[in-house]
């Protein structure tokens, strides 16, 4: 049979993954006579704590034609100028990963290459005195970049946090206003093709929907990509331990409105605090085998500001990839296509690039294995070097207080990593490899935050007299308070530009 392209597209599965596929399909089909149903059940619930996000999300909302500051309101959202990062080095210290480089490069040298032959000559600076994210956040100030590319303020990224429940109606809400159609059924299981193609789905009541593509949104259990397909899920848990996690909104507490995410190290994990205009949202995800469900909720509560609003929301996962998450004529998206911890925000980024991989490669309804295989590499590349990101935060831990902490110590690591880590323990070389999410300012956060010192400088830093690097070093951090302080309180900046509406 001659392929044809693509026309109906089936969603299982609502939430953010289910609703963003809904939009960016609505968005590429444009001119493409796409016909599209999201077929989910309101009796299933979502799992919904993805409540930070990457710059990258900023690409994809400015894509769709979303506002930046309707977003934030419509969200209940705030801004994100990284994470701080509390007791991972050792109990007691904290570093911040920010959004955007650190420094300017001298002489056809990397700045921190500079940075590093100066220290060696005695000049006394922290990493994060060159970066203006931080001097911001460490104010809890906010503004967005300038478009004068001779100013500091021009050159910085961000993130938002948000309600996800919140975004997946806005994203549902662009989907409809795009005659994406909705179905409330529930799916019971697949019917195959002859070629091992998904042919249908099943509803519980006997009836059933066809389509050319489908795209699996269904959570944990990847209905299709495994109930159905058998992708197959490789199990990353012997780098990345945690495997549970609790969620606990409460009340804000205060009037500061903090522009980063805090994740501090805990005796069996971690726990994430993300402020909204509206509330907070609280977490800690943990390993099971050293910290049991409840103690693990008490660790939480007992490290909130305020009461809790809801029920503890608890989760099972395992950290992983599915082997493909492009099989045959379905696509796994989110949970469906596999779990990192959200350590450093990545989920619905995840979602995004698979999204935009697919857009790249789409099939028609021949769907040529030879371009799945490429868009597999891709994503397949895309998260193995997160998941090395995140097992750094614990690897490069200097942390033995706990049976965890010795734990992560003591397991090895992947290649891919060990080299990044020597590299930069030779000569503070920042390694980037194809499909890096992280770029090399955030590897040197990372390295530097947790104690990883680099053992000389290369060759052409070396040539630099360290002298002469004094006065450029010490303008760059002059220029760094001085924007920081044109920036506006974030809260006001806020409430000026983007307030939620009232409940």
Not at 25 to 31: P, Q, T, Y
Not at 166 to 172: D, E, P, T
Not at 384 to 390: A, L, P, S
């Amino acid at each position: 049979m001659t392929a044809g392209p693509v026309r109906r597209i089936v969603i299982l599965g609502g939430g953010t993954a289910g609703w963003a596929a809904a939009a960016a399909m609505a968005k590429f089909g444009d001119g493409r006579d796409f016909d599209i149903t999201v077929i989910d059940s309101s009796e299933i619930g979502t799992v919904g704590v993805g409540e930070a996000s990457v710059p990258n999300i900023r690409n994809f909302n400015a894509w769709l034609g979303l506002g930046e500051l309707d977003f934030i309101a419509s969200t209940r959202g705030t801004f994100k100028l990284g994470i701080e990062f509390v007791d991972w080095r050792t109990t007691g210290t904290r570093f911040f990963h920010p959004f955007g480089r650190y420094g300017v490069d001298l002489e056809d040298v990397d700045f921190h290459q500079c940075l590093a032959r100066a220290r060696a000559a005695g000049f006394d600076a922290p990493l994060e005195a060159f970066s203006l994210p931080i001097a911001m956040a460490r104010q809890d100030r906010f503004s967005q970049p300038v478009s004068d590319p001779r100013s500091p303020l021009s050159d910085y990224g961000y993130a938002y946090h948000f309600d996800a429940g919140l975004y997946a109606k806005r994203l549902r809400r662009y989907a409809v206003e795009r005659n994406v159609k909705h179905l409330d059924r529930r799916v019971a299981g697949a019917a195959m093709k002859d070629n091992g193609h998904v042919d249908a789905l099943l509803f519980d009541d006997g009836n059933r929907f066809e389509a050319d593509l489908f795209i699996d949104c269904s959570g944990f259990r990847g209905l299709l990509i495994e109930g159905a397909l058998k992708t197959g899920y490789d199990d990353w848990t012997h780098w990345l331990p945690c495997d549970r996690a609790v969620a606990l909104p409460c009340r804000r507490a205060g009037s500061a409105l903090e522009p980063y995410t805090h994740a501090t190290a805990r005796e069996a994990g971690w726990t994430w605090r993300i402020p909204l205009q509206h509330r907070v949202g609280n977490g800690y995800v943990y390993c099971s085998a050293f910290l049991d469900d409840q103690a693990a909720i008490d660790r939480l509560t007992g490290a909130m500001e305020s009461d809790p609003l809801a029920e503890p929301n608890l989760l099972r996962f395992v950290t992983g990839t599915r082997k493909q998450f492009w099989n045959g004529n379905c696509v796994a998206l989110g949970l469906a296509g596999g779990f990192i911890e959200p350590l450093e925000s990545t989920s619905i980024n995840l979602v995004h690039r698979a999204l935009s991989t697919l857009m790249e490669y789409f099939p028609d309804t021949g769907f040529d294995p030879r371009l799945q295989a490429v868009a597999n590499r891709r994503m397949r590349l895309e998260t193995e070097h997160i998941r090395d990101f995140i097992i750094l935060h614990y690897k490069a831990s200097q942390r033995r207080d706990t049976a965890f902490w010795r734990q992560c110590a003591d397991m090895t690591i992947p290649d891919s990593l060990a080299l990044k880590m020597d590299a930069y323990r030779a000569a503070g070389h920042l390694l980037q490899f194809e499909a890096e999410s992280f770029k090399p300012e955030s590897w040197l956060t990372l390295f530097e935050g947790l104690g990883l010192l680099p053992e000389t400088v290369e060759p052409l830093a070396g040539q630099i007299d360290a002298c002469e690097l004094t006065g450029p070093l010490n303008a760059m951090r002059a220029s760094v308070v001085q924007a920081a302080q044109q920036a506006m309180p974030h809260a006001a900046f806020i409430e000026r530009f983007c307030p939620a509406p009232a409940e």
